[in-house]
Each structure stands twice: as C-alpha cells, then as structure tokens.
C-alpha cells in the first residue's frame, strides 16, 4: 500500500478508536512507524486527513442512499437497506462521535454533510409518500415531515447515543442492528397490524 | 459577585458560545481580566470547572425531572414539562455538543449522565403506561420501550442536531419549541385522533 494511502487507514482506525480530538499527526506518525516529515509531505494538518477520508465517507453514503424506489418492496428490504447505512456510519463512526465540533472547523464539509442529511429525510419522504399512495398506511403531510426529521435524528445520532451509554466500551458492529430497530420503531405505529407483525418477525430474525 | 461563581458563569457562557473543546482556561481568565493564577486558585484546571457545572446541570435536572405524575393531564401539561427540560439542555448546551468527548474524560459524570437519561426513560414508560391504563392509547410493552430510547435520543441530541443543520449560527431560545414538538410527534400515532388534534392544536400555539 502507498504510504498516503497507509496514511488514511491508519487515521481512520485511530480516530474511530479514540476519537478525532484525542489523536495528533504525531500520533498517526508514531503508528505507522514513519517521521512526522514524512506524513506532513502527504498531508499538510489533520484537517487535510479528515477531508480526505470525508470525501470517502460522502462517496460511499450517496452510493447506499441511491433509494430504493421499486414498488412493492418489503419491511425486509426496507431493514437491509437502514442496515447499509448504518454500515456507512460505522466505518466512519468518528465523524458521528464529534460531529458539531468536526464540521465547524470546515464549511463547506459543513454543507456537504447536510446535504447527505437533506438526502436521508427526502428518502424518508418518498418511501412514507410511496406506502400511503399504495394504501399501506394513513399518515398526513406533516407527520411525514416530522417522521423524516425524527428518522434523521435517530440515524445520526444512534451511535453516539451508544458510546454514551455504555461506558468506556467502544460501540459494536452488533449494535448497528439494534440501531436499525429503532428508526424502523418510528415507522411502526403508522403501519398496519400485518405491517407492525412482519418488522417484529424481522426484527426477531436480526436481533438474537 | 465572588470570584469563584464569576468563573463559573463565564465558563459557562463560553463553553455554549464556543464549544467546551475550544475554550481554555487561559480564555476564561482573559475574558474576566483576572490573572490565570488567580483562576487556578479555584480551579486547578478545566476539568474542575465542567465537574461543578455538572453538578448544578444535575441538581436542576433532577429537579425538573420529578415526573408530572397526577392522573388526567392534559397534552398541554407534558407539552409544558418537555419544554422544561429542554430549557436545562438549552442552559447546558455545551455539554451536549461534545457529549461523547466530555464524558469519556470522567467516568463518574459519565454514570451521572447515564443516570439522568435513564430517568427521562423511565419518564416516558411512566406516561405511557398510565395513559394505556386509562384506555387513551393501545400501545405493547415492546413499542413502550423503543418509544422511551426514541424520546431520550431525540430529547438529548436535538440541540447537537440543529447546531449541524444551521450551519455557523449558534442554536436559538426558540428552536426549543421545535424540539419539544419533535419529541411529542413520537408519541403522537399512539393516541387517538382527538389527542392528535389536540396535540397539532397545542403545537399551532406555541409554534408560529
């Protein structure tokens, strides 16, 4: 692998393990086992680092959020779906741990990541929009609204919400699963008995 | 007023304007044209003025926490009470912008918090229980508990959500009222349709 490459991964293990703030170019560095010249020759700051692997997170987040918009899709497809984002999320889990503090240093990844917001509620809407045209719920234009925002929430913040419940512990890939529960709870008074009977089926398959 | 509180109030008040991260001790004793020395006779480092902060964050959260628990309130009472709640978060901001950073620095805040979020659960399991016993809603033991981790985790990062979508300005008094709306549309499907009126009715007033 290319050390610019090396770079990345490296920063990317260490700043999801410990949190963006706790790590300095020197300890990226000191990982790699290379001068801190020698990285300084490939990224100038830690902001360039982080704008890079940004780049990587919002190429991989607008690929998953590419909706699916077939008809007839299922609850199953609907969890598999939440689950691929939250994967997203995961591998980028740094971003999500300091997110105010992050994007304040840097408008434009400011903006960037709003616009993968903006894209989450807009998939939101148009899978609620698509279920009461199809007859599968009854639900008004303003709760969908206030549905899309809640799902943002929930989404975004899930992971978060992990690392501050369980003391100390880093967050696990099992989690995700449950994460995905969650958001799917939001939409679950809306749907109908056979509706809220199938996400519990899968939920049971998912969550052991 | 004593030195001591004066420290205190303008930490306080930088910690919301900037971000806790982004202040120093250095910037506080700036701001109150005291010496650093003079700072560090009350408080040995920042950590010591977060810890106090802290404490009074609980104590005035505990306080509002004691859950409304008469029988026959109306949506307009728990519209009140979330309302309350969010002003302590408002007070505190900046320990919800970096949630995860702040509390990983001190273990014992860290149980603390948990322990705060774990009341405002067993809030919400309170209310909904007592309004399934009265017969206003139809709601299972397993949607009872997804319904509380929903309400904590858009009650706790609904001010971090909106400083993320409003890009640079700081988070206003009045988005409060949106963000106890965001909370009360999550119980919202359970109730009947007179609730759901009552509740958009309720909203209209205090949402312009």
Known sequence: MKTRDRI???SLELF???GEPNVTTIDIANEMDISPGNLY?????KDEIIAELFQQFETS???VLQSPQEEGLEIMDYWMYIHMVFERIWEYRFLYRDLATILERNEKLQKRFNRILDKKAANCRLIMN???DSGIITITDKQIESLATNVVITGTYWMNYQQVRNLGDNPELEDLGRGVYQVMSLILPYLPPEGQEALEAVAATYLE
Chains 1, 2 share one sequence.
């Open 16 to 18: 999801n393990l410990c």
């Open 41 to 45: 020759y490939h990224f100038r700051n």
């Open 130 to 132: 698509s279920m009461r």
């Open 61 to 63: 987040m607008h690929e």
């Open 8 to 10: 990345l991964v490296t």
